[in-house]
């Protein structure tokens, strides 16, 4: 049976008991958490007591036999399995739906047409949509055609086995996880519509021999598009090699790695490419970043892809650089990567970052001298570190050199003159 139409319902909390909804009603809105009724066919209330239903929580209409449902123009959020293990066989989302979640309408083995209405602006909300590809796995809607789109947006590509896939024009996003989680080894080339403004995450990772994305020419500065995490793969290097590595990726790789040490720990060299404060991509030259081993596999996980300047590149993001030293136990390798995130942010470090980078100058300079590494302080004064400007502290050091009174002390003595 068709989902049907009409005006929206508005219940008392005696009514709505009544025909069997549970619900709970937060500040000024109301959120239904389960339903207790036998009815096939359910019209479910725009409000209760006056205050509008905006959420339908986690499995409240899992299982009971539904041929029939009518959500209300006020509905925002359809929670994780809300409406999963029912004989439903269309479903039309409100237009003014923000989220519907993974397993929201599964198992529905009837489930062959989904739609959305239309979009009612209220002067305060603007349209933000959300819809899991996962929201209605194992129904016949996800899986009738090779491209399932739902306004505007392609919730999965059912691939075939084809070497160019064309993304149909007007696609404004492509969902997470769009191609399922099957390898497809056929896929060599992905033509993508000036319309596509985002890929979430892992939309084309289990693409094994993917070469090239195409991009469809357009206005200059026309594409913004934004990727979500692992869009095109992950990179899983280890010591004794690659790991999942399509040839798209390795090509990235190629053009953005200059120099890697293939020492236990060292620094890998990134061309007009390296890590940001706050996400930020620095396209300033070549930059290095220190690499523990013990954070060998960790740190190549941490490599995004990101489109800038009509280009796809590599990216690493300071916070995520920075949750690796978190991880790292050893001093020597702490000092390592604090002296390339000082490189990296000083030129644009923040407030907040200035007694993170003193702490660990200061600690680097004591390290140095510990050690009478003379070539460490060497390096620190030509990437211009010492400077009271770049946070190290100079009476400090000054301290420290007179304690020692080595080789490297004596050195930084000269320097702070």
């Given at each position: 049976?068709?989902?049907?139409t009409?005006k929206?319902?508005?219940?008392?909390?005696?009514?709505?008991?009544?025909?069997?909804?549970?619900?709970?009603i937060?500040?000024q809105?109301?959120?239904?958490m389960?339903?207790?009724g036998?009815?096939?066919?359910?019209?479910?209330?725009?409000?209760?007591?006056?205050?509008?239903?905006r959420q339908?929580?986690?499995g409240?209409?899992?299982?009971?036999?539904l041929?029939?449902?009518?959500?209300?123009?006020?509905?925002?959020?359809?929670?994780?399995?809300?409406?999963?293990?029912?004989p439903?066989?269309n479903?039309?989302?409100?237009?003014n739906?923000?989220?519907?979640?993974?397993?929201?309408?599964?198992d529905?083995?009837?489930?062959?047409e989904v739609?959305i209405?239309?979009?009612?602006?209220?002067?305060?909300e603007?349209?933000?949509?959300?819809?899991s590809?996962?929201?209605?796995?194992?129904?016949?809607?996800?899986?009738?055609?090779?491209?399932?789109?739902?306004?505007?947006?392609?919730?999965?590509?059912n691939l075939?086995?084809?070497?160019f896939?064309e993304?149909?024009?007007?696609?404004?996003?492509?969902?997470a996880?769009?191609?399922?989680?099957?390898?497809?080894y056929?896929?060599?080339?992905?033509?993508?519509?000036v319309?596509?403004?985002?890929?979430g995450?892992?939309?084309?990772?289990?693409?094994?021999?993917?070469k090239?994305?195409?991009?469809?020419?357009?206005?200059?500065?026309?594409?913004?598009l934004?990727?979500?995490?692992?869009?095109?793969?992950?990179?899983?290097?280890?010591?004794?090699?690659w790991?999942?590595?399509?040839?798209f990726?390795?090509?990235?790789?190629?053009?953005t790695?200059?120099?890697?040490?293939?020492?236990?720990?060292?620094?890998?060299?990134?061309?007009?490419?390296?890590?940001g404060?706050?996400?930020?991509?620095?396209?300033?030259?070549?930059?290095?970043?220190?690499?523990?081993?013990?954070?060998?596999?960790?740190f190549?996980?941490?490599?995004r892809?990101?489109?800038?300047?009509?280009?796809?590149?590599?990216?690493?993001?300071w916070?995520?650089?920075?949750?690796?030293?978190?991880?790292?136990?050893?001093l020597?390798?702490?000092?390592?990567?604090?002296?390339?995130?000082?490189?990296?942010?000083?030129?644009?470090?923040?407030?907040?970052q200035t007694?993170?980078?003193?702490?660990?100058?200061?600690?680097?300079?004591?390290?140095?001298?510990e050690?009478?590494q003379?070539?460490?302080?060497?390096?620190?004064?030509?990437?211009q570190?010492?400077?009271?400007e770049?946070?190290?502290?100079?009476?400090k050091?000054?301290?420290?050199?007179?304690?020692?009174?080595?080789?490297?002390?004596r050195?930084?003595?000269e320097v702070?003159?």
């Amino acid at each position: 049976m068709r989902i049907f139409t009409g005006k929206n319902l508005e219940y008392t909390a005696d009514q709505a008991v009544k025909e069997g909804f549970v619900f709970r009603i937060n500040g000024q809105n109301c959120k239904l958490m389960a339903y207790r009724g036998n009815a096939a066919d359910v019209v479910i209330p725009a409000y209760i007591n006056g205050k509008p239903v905006r959420q339908i929580r986690t499995g409240a209409f899992a299982g009971k036999g539904l041929q029939s449902v009518r959500l209300p123009d006020t509905l925002r959020v359809i929670w994780k399995d809300a409406f999963a293990h029912n004989p439903l066989t269309n479903i039309t989302l409100p237009g003014n739906i923000r989220q519907v979640a993974d397993g929201a309408f599964s198992d529905c083995p009837q489930l062959r047409e989904v739609t959305i209405g239309t979009y009612i602006p209220t002067g305060i909300e603007t349209r933000t949509v959300d819809i899991s590809c996962h929201a209605f796995e194992r129904t016949p809607y996800i899986t009738a055609k090779q491209f399932i789109i739902l306004d505007k947006m392609l919730l999965r590509i059912n691939l075939r086995a084809e070497q160019f896939l064309e993304i149909p024009e007007g696609i404004r996003e492509i969902k997470a996880d769009a191609c399922g989680a099957a390898w497809n080894y056929s896929v060599t080339e992905i033509g993508l519509p000036v319309s596509v403004n985002r890929i979430g995450a892992r939309a084309f990772a289990n693409l094994g021999s993917l070469k090239d994305v195409l991009l469809e020419k357009g206005k200059a500065g026309e594409y913004c598009l934004t990727l979500g995490e692992d869009a095109f793969g992950r990179f899983e290097r280890f010591s004794f090699g690659w790991c999942r590595l399509n040839h798209f990726l390795w090509n990235l790789y190629r053009r953005t790695i200059i120099g890697d040490s293939r020492q236990e720990s060292g620094r890998i060299t990134f061309n007009n490419n390296g890590a940001g404060y706050k996400g930020i991509l620095s396209q300033y030259g070549t930059i290095e970043v220190y690499v523990p081993l013990s954070c060998y596999t960790q740190f190549w996980k941490r490599m995004r892809v990101i489109f800038t300047n009509g280009k796809f590149a590599l990216s690493l993001a300071w916070k995520e650089y920075q949750q690796l030293f978190r991880e790292t136990k050893s001093l020597y390798d702490r000092i390592e990567m604090a002296v390339c995130m000082i490189q990296i942010t000083s030129a644009r470090a923040v407030p907040e970052q200035t007694c993170f980078l003193a702490e660990h100058i200061n600690r680097a300079v004591k390290y140095a001298l510990e050690k009478n590494q003379k070539e460490r302080l060497m390096l620190y004064r030509a990437i211009q570190i010492l400077q009271p400007e770049q946070g190290g502290h100079a009476q400090k050091a000054r301290r420290l050199a007179e304690r020692y009174g080595n080789e490297a002390a004596r050195y930084l003595l000269e320097v702070l003159g």
